[in-house]
């Protein structure tokens, strides 16, 4: 006989009736689907890269010709100004890059989408957000992929002035023609124009690898004539005028933003969480960036001071046979670079027109596309061969306005409805980094034509 004391249940197995869980599964949908949705399992076999090879991918893209445009920005600013602005630009630059992304994988979990770039991101979150932004969702589409072609553009346009100057400055050292930097722009034709023909990438994979040790090379000659014998520090300015920030920050968002390859990036880990949170992959690079550029940018302006160039090769003796093979590399890699980042802005005209052709033409269509943007970008440089001038403008416009304002945008439109913080602290913040970004992309672009008027 079993005992019971007072207020005590007999306790009963659980009995696990297959039929009803089968009608509970049915109208509640499956197990998985109860769970919550984890986008980084979602994502193709493809995705494969660790998180050692994704901060390997972003110190790639980050450490382009900008690091050679860093002592130019010190130019601007001085050396203590230059020093601190590098620290406050890369913070703010490393801020927005993990907004957009920490708003891209939350987006990604809400809507049940493996991975979005950085247009979808933008399209999606005016599609979810409040009522009355909804409909601007097309708008800020096109805004943030055509921001990142004229970006792309920018930069083509700067790498062909590279080139020009790099190759001028050999020729003349050799006795060759005497010729301006705009025909030695309008000669780049004869090498961009087939490589730029090449429509798959993979032909220029093995390229863009020597690519990446010519480039290390080059760096490593430039930072060794700034350290061979510097002028003491009480020899160049420590800070300057207010009317050179402009130029700074214009100059430092050029070299620094890599806001436009995050999210393929980001997209392509396996364990896209540790992109983020500390150390991270975002913070381990732009920690690294924020340092090379800011002993780069002191060590070019303490050694060349008024006379430095936008890129710091430029600088390099003429008479000596390892600064002229520094030049000569340096013009090979943005060649190289040049055929690479040229996909951005195809890509994004492509898209927009490829459904009006024939199917049929589509292969003649792209490289007509193709042609008239390298002679676009190369008439450009040609019309305007002001090297600084192009960094200033591409920062100033489009990296104010796909690196900073953006960014600021989509989180606070993401967190409306959700939590703007304490005391709306998002939005705050948030609105100081536009307001910081319209001031940047306003006195920079009006400095640079100031500029470029001064000099027709």
Known sequence: MEKFTLGQEKMRPAVVDPYSSKIELACNGSREDLDP???????????????????????????????????????????????????VIGFICAHTIHILVKTSQQLCAEVKKPCLGYADTCDLVFQNGPKSVRRLAPFVRELADWALAVTHIGACCVYIVVV?????????????????????????????????????????????????????????????????DP???????????????????????????????????????????????????????????????????????????????????????????????????????????????????????WRRISDRIPSSSHRWALALLRFIGCLLT????????????????????????????LPAVIETVWKWDKDLGRYNVVLIKNLIIVIFSLIAMVSGVTFAIMTLLENL
């Not at 995705?47 to 900008?66: D, E, I």
């Not at 994979?205 to 290390?216: E, I, Q, R, T």
């Not at 190369?378 to 304002?405: D, H």
């Open 37 to 87: 949705y984890e986008p980084a399992k979602h994502r193709p076999v493809e995705t494969s890269t660790s998180s050692l090879g994704a901060l390997a991918h972003l110190l790639k893209a980050s450490l382009g010709s900008g690091v050679l445009a860093m002592p130019l920005a010190f130019k601007n600013a001085g050396l203590l100004v230059g020093s601190i602005g590098t620290i």
């Open 378 to 405: 190369v008439g450009l440089a040609s019309a305007i061969p002001k090297l600084e001038l192009f960094m200033e403008l591409v920062g100033a416009i489009c990296l104010s306005v796909m690196g900073l304002t």
């Open 164 to 228: 020009a100057e790099s190759f001028k400055q050999v020729s003349d050292y050799y006795g060759g023609p005497s010729w301006s930097v705009t025909i030695y722009c309008g000669l780049t034709l004869v090498i961009l124009l087939p490589l730029t023909q090449i429509t798959k990438l993979k032909y220029l994979v093995p390229f863009s690898a020597l690519a990446n040790f010519v480039w290390l090379a080059s760096i490593c000659i430039s930072v060794y004539y700034c350290l061979r």
């Open 231 to 349: 002028p003491p520090v009480s020899s160049r300015s420590l800070a300057t005028s207010i009317s050179g920030i402009p130029s700074f920050i214009s100059t430092s968002l050029f070299a620094m933003e890599g806001i436009g390859v995050v999210m393929p990036i980001e997209n392509e880990m396996i364990k896209p969480h540790k992109f983020l949170g500390c150390p991270g992959v975002l913070n381990t690079a732009m920690t690294a960036v924020v340092a090379l550029y800011g002993f780069v940018g002191f060590s070019g302006y303490l050694s060349f001071g008024e006379d430095v160039r936008g890129s710091l090769t430029l600088n390099l003796p003429r008479d000596e046979i390892l600064a002229q093979a520094a030049k000569l590399l340096v013009a090979c890699v943005m060649i190289l670079s040049y055929a690479l980042i040229f996909y951005v802005p195809v890509d994004v005209a």
